[in-house]
T-cell receptor
Framework: GAVVSQHPSRVICKSGTSVKIECRSL??????MFWYRQFPKQSLMLMATSNEGSKATYEQGVEKDKFLINHASLTLSTLTVTSAHPEDSSFYICSARDPRDRIDEQYFGPGTRLTVT | QKEVEQNSGPLSVPEGAIASLNCTYS??????FFWYRQYSGKSPELIMS????GDKEDGRFTAQLNKASQYVSLLIRDSQPSDSATYLC?????????FGTGTSLTVIP
């Protein structure tokens, strides 16, 4: 199956700073990537759909000015958490679809654990 | 009403037994359904996908889909301690995935 990577895998930052998380499709070109957030013992919540070359589509309740998404190329999408606060501490996971697939499976990255102190 | 609902468990089964996980969904237009396994601190990994009514078998795993009743289930035969994880049901609705809250499974040696 297709491979999706994320970097960093774990990050600790101070309150008020910004953090950038990268999501890469390693062996395919992804026109669409998805960003999820997962709090402890809860399910994945879709934050936004990232489209190459255009603005991301955010889910209701997700602040687009706080969670900046840039999908500048067919293999890279970035999520920047601006002015992070402790309540932003969570597990952030990206996924992507391989347009060559005949099925609509999403391939998940390994996730990024963000801790804001 | 949530789009996808699962019994959160926890579900405990003895090693070698059959584990049965269930999921219901609200959108009758859903066409594709997925079961993911997620270990603590890790991202989900795909176990099964199913698109048509009936059963689909892959090794020890069997997915069952009933579109009329709007449920999808996952059976794990000969359960192993390594199957202990949270199992997430996902439904593709309008080109987006909606996940259930997950069922925590513990297989007792």
């Amino acid at each position: 199956g297709a491979v999706v990577s994320q970097h960093p895998s774990r990050v600790i930052c101070k309150s008020g700073t910004s953090v950038k998380i990268e999501c890469r499709s390693l062996d395919f070109q992804a026109t669409t990537m998805f960003w999820y957030r997962q709090f402890p013992k809860q399910s994945l919540m879709l934050m936004a759909t990232s489209n190459e070359g255009s603005k991301a589509t955010y889910e209701q309740g997700v602040e687009k000015d706080k969670f900046l998404i840039n999908h500048a190329s067919l293999t890279l999408s970035t999520l920047t958490v601006t002015s992070a606060h402790p309540e932003d501490s969570s597990f952030y996971i990206c996924s992507a679809r391989d347009p060559r697939d005949r099925i609509d499976e999403q391939y998940f990255g390994p996730g990024t654990r963000l801790t804001v102190t | 009403q949530k789009e996808v609902e699962q019994n959160s468990g926890p579900l405990s089964v003895p090693e070698g037994a059959i584990a049965s996980l269930n999921c219901t969904y609200s959108d009758r237009g859903s066409q594709s359904f997925f079961w993911y396994r997620q270990y603590s601190g890790k991202s989900p990994e795909l176990i099964m996908s199913i698109y048509s009514n009936g059963d689909k078998e892959d090794g020890r795993f069997t997915a069952q889909l009933n579109k009329a009743s709007q449920y999808v289930s996952l059976l794990i035969r000969d359960s192993q301690p390594s199957d202990s994880a949270t199992y997430l049901c996902a439904v593709n609705i309008g080109n987006q995935f909606y996940f259930g809250t997950g069922t925590s499974l513990t297989v007792i040696p």
